[in-house]
Nanobody, 125 residues
């Protein structure tokens, strides 16, 4: 089992930035990939970005292209989501997730076996 804890959410004005962090603990030795998803009220959880744990290769949703960047610190079992140029449509609960069983595609929730509790991001003036 892998435990995931997100942090860094909050209230930010349109055009602002936030950096989310996700700390992984437990059975992280066979991590395949980590992902960020988000869920707005009344909507389904949607893919944001993912990163391959070993190679660092990334994939992202078109909606965040050029604005969000995922990164990781393997030594500390941390994953980050740098979010720039935020707009009200980015308001959601953001979740990190772990894929330890080489499941694909990484853009689907069913590929991940562990989830954090989420951190809220509100973009509003």
């Amino acid at each position: 089992q892998v435990q995931l804890v997100e942090s860094g959410g909050g209230l930010v004005q349109p055009g602002g930035s936030l950096r989310l962090s996700c700390a992984a603990s437990g059975r992280t030795f066979n991590m395949y990939a980590m992902g960020w998803f988000r869920q707005a009220p009344g909507k389904e959880r949607e893919f944001v970005e993912a990163i391959m744990w070993s190679s660092g290769s990334t994939s992202y949703a078109d909606s965040v292209k050029g604005r969000f960047t995922i990164s990781r610190d393997n030594a500390k079992n941390l994953v980050f989501l740098q979010m720039n140029s935020l707009n009200p449509e980015d308001t959601a609960a953001y979740y990190c997730a772990a894929d330890r069983y080489f499941r694909i595609p990484l853009a689907t929730t069913s590929s991940y076996d562990s989830w954090g509790q989420g951190t809220q991001v509100i973009v509003s003036s």
